[in-house]
């Protein structure tokens, strides 16, 4: 009886959209304690306002473990919500000025966790900045000259800038929009598969084909600010 509960459950969760699926493997919101008084920590920073203890994080630390976010088993697939919360909470306990009457060198060791866990929030908060911190950490970094090997959608990407550059109304800009932002979303789909199968190499090829379509969707949102002001 049990054994089939369990094969009933799994088969619904296998049902869910990925994001769901997932959200239920972040960690627990243990904190942990301070190694200086044993107070229970208010985030997951190694920072105690009981007794004003401070270090640096190891350099080794993942963004995900910053802010209890788990890395398995797909990094890519983030908790918005969950992420913006603990990033507040992490901000409250390091901020510099709560620091400042404690010392200049706990000042400053708060001063970089705060630089710190703001780097990491920025890399998880968006999924270009997302999958670009994961290649950097499997060693295929993107860089500023790497283009997609695909005539068809590099054709797609100059017909695009041309209608920005060449646009006479609202309307046709607003398509762009529509169109380019369902493509962005396809990829971020695809990109959540490959980074599940730990496809890396598939993964910056797809990574460099978004930031392409991210730079379009910034170019059209500028003309539409030069031109109009609309809710977009």
């Avoid at 009886?1 to 239920?24: D, G, V, Y």
């Avoid at 910053?66 to 507040?88: E, M």
Wanted: glycine share 4%; charged share 25%.
């Amino acid at each position: 009886m049990f054994i089939r509960l369990i094969t009933k459950e799994i088969r619904a969760s296998s049902r869910l959209p990925s994001a769901q699926r997932f959200r239920h493997t972040y960690p627990s919101s243990r904190k942990g304690t301070c190694p200086s008084c044993g107070a229970a920590l208010r985030s997951r920073l190694p920072a105690c306002t009981n007794c004003w203890h401070i270090s640096r994080l190891p350099s080794d630390t993942k963004f995900h473990d910053i802010f209890g976010l788990s890395y398995h088993p797909n990094p890519f697939v983030v908790d918005l919500v969950t992420l913006k919360q603990r990033f507040r909470d992490a901000q409250a306990v390091c901020h510099p000025d709560s620091w400042a009457s404690k010392g200049s060198n706990k000042q400053g060791l708060a001063q970089d966790l705060s630089s710190h866990i703001n780097k990491a929030y920025q890399s998880l908060l968006t999924p270009l900045s997302r999958v670009e911190y994961l290649l950097e950490r499997h060693y295929l970094p993107i860089s500023e000259t790497d283009q997609v090997d695909n005539v068809e959608f590099m054709t797609e990407v100059m017909q695009a800038r041309e209608t920005i550059e060449e646009a006479a109304s609202q309307e046709d800009v607003q398509s762009l929009i529509d169109e380019n932002r369902a493509k962005i979303q396809n990829t971020v789909a695809e990109l959540e598969t490959l980074v599940g199968q730990e496809k890396w190499e598939n993964v910056k090829i797809a990574a460099v084909r978004l930031r392409y379509l991210e730079g379009i969707d910034r170019a059209a949102k500028e003309w539409m600010e030069n031109h109009f002001q609309p809710c977009i």
